[in-house]
């Protein structure tokens, strides 16, 4: 154990200290963690990637380590809060100075995704009518409580946000001028706290700003976002979304630490309904039985048509999931993306329509397989089916997320494998129908 902590201690960096933690077992990494200093502590436990950090605060507020506990930042204490037993998240609470438990509460009261429940209340505020030295002065008493210095949020008298100053800007000027000389009249921009989190990083992206000021209806500065705080945000949402993507739902943990129940609960749901919804393929096989068995070399084309038209909706529905989480396009804008998708849809059917007549007239000329008497019918079908499966798997694709959006639901909901179920069911269909109108009096 001794070289266990002396090994802890030789990291000079957070993350590195944090990584070596996060390869022990809970138990382990909680004790070896606890024996570092306080200003060591907190900053290990106020590191997002710290795998055991439930653990860590769990056993600090069993043992009332108040000295760590109070000088946490306010909105990490809040996050781990938030997931903690409740007899902890009340024993914690208690342990914390009025001040801190009122903050921290009103940070956890905010829904989870907006900008309150991301932000910070350690911030950087001073009146209008002090001087640059004085603010010079304030920032460094008070710089080792404070998240971060980017920038200066200078308030009137009813404690109303009047202008931002940055850290530059102030260090660069006159020690003996008013704040007010320095303010270029620019209206400050400024969150809600209930605004989404995807606005806040839109804005923050647009303008190249490292933090932003939360406001509430009195334009008075509640708190602010940092650009790392939004980061860690999307990377958490990023995560759901990938998950849902591939057609399970979000563990919530690493990989290997999640239980076997865990496992089965968050796949099998999702793998139940693809089970269903492909059922709908099987029947959709049985209804053209008699076409098979007249016609069995249209089975042998049946994996090349429902590839295909998965493929090109799981492509347009990435394209819309992206474009929609990042503001390019919104629901308005469903209509211009179905009137581009069609004549895609289009053209790359074809494409891949004229390489599969190209395929099967090959194969019938060169002798590697005889279709029959009515081969080239049989590459017209391929030809014009996967024209219309392509168009419709395009189309199909780049509309479920904007439905999925409408009623409220997370667009990466949309998955590859919930947009190829539903193109594997309507592109049997397709298949066949042009077979039936094709072949009709020949094969069939």
């Not at 995807?198 to 976002?225: C, K, M, T």
């Not at 780049?398 to 592109?427: E, H, I, K, N």
Request: net charge negative; with cysteine.
């Amino acid at each position: 154990m001794q070289d266990s902590i002396a090994h802890l201690k030789q990291f000079d960096h957070v993350a590195d200290a944090v990584s070596y933690l996060n390869q022990l077992k809970a138990t382990v990494a909680v004790q070896l963690a606890t024996q570092l200093d306080t200003d060591g502590l907190i900053e290990l436990i106020e590191n997002p990637e710290l795998t055991h950090d439930v653990e860590l605060l769990t056993h600090l507020s069993n043992i009332k380590r108040v000295d760590v506990l109070d000088q946490m930042a306010e909105d990490r204490i809040a996050d781990l809060l938030s997931i903690v037993e409740p007899e902890v998240r009340q024993q914690t609470l208690s342990l914390l100075s009025p001040a801190s438990r009122t903050s921290i509460l009103r940070l956890m009261s905010y829904p989870e995704g907006t900008v309150g429940s991301i932000m910070t209340t350690e911030f950087t505020q001073v009146p209008t009518y002090w001087t640059v030295l004085q603010t010079l002065d304030h920032i460094r008493e008070v710089h080792a409580k404070r998240e971060t210095v980017y920038s200066i949020y200078v308030v009137n008298e009813a404690q109303q946000l009047q202008f931002v100053l940055p850290l530059r800007q102030l260090v660069c000027s006159d020690s003996s001028a008013p704040l007010t000389d320095l303010w270029t009249g620019q209206t400050p921009i400024t969150l809600e706290a209930y605004m989404d989190r995807d606005e806040a990083a839109h804005l923050i992206r647009r303008h190249d700003f490292l933090a932003l000021p939360v406001v509430d209806e009195s334009n008075q500065v509640l708190g602010i976002v940092t650009v790392d705080d939004v980061i860690d945000a999307l990377m958490d949402e990023a995560a759901e979304d990938f998950g849902r993507f591939g057609g399970a739902e979000h563990i919530g943990k690493p990989y290997l630490e999640a239980g076997f129940g865990t496992m089965l609960r968050k796949r099998g749901g999702w793998l139940a309904i693809l089970f269903l919804g492909e059922m709908f393929t099987a029947s959709a096989m049985q209804y053209y039985e008699m076409e098979l068995e007249k016609a069995v070399v249209l089975a042998m084309f049946i994996p090349l048509i429902m590839s295909s038209g998965g493929n090109s909706g799981s492509q347009a529905t990435s394209l819309l999931i992206r474009g929609l989480a990042l503001g390019e396009v919104q629901l308005k804008d469903w209509w211009r993306v179905i009137l581009r998708e069609l004549p895609t849809g289009l053209v790359l059917g074809a494409g891949l329509g004229s390489i599969g007549f190209a395929r099967i007239m090959a194969w019938q000329h060169l002798g590697f397989y005889d279709y029959g008497e009515h081969y080239m019918l049989i590459a017209f079908t391929i030809w014009v089916s996967l024209i219309g499966i392509v168009c419709f798997g395009s189309s199909i694709g780049s509309m479920l997320p904007f439905a999925l959006q409408r009623f409220g639901f997370d667009p990466a909901s949309a998955s590859a494998p919930l947009v190829a179920t539903l193109v594997d069911v309507l592109g049997l269909v397709i298949y066949f129908s042009v077979a039936a109108f094709i072949l009709t009096g020949t094969l069939l």
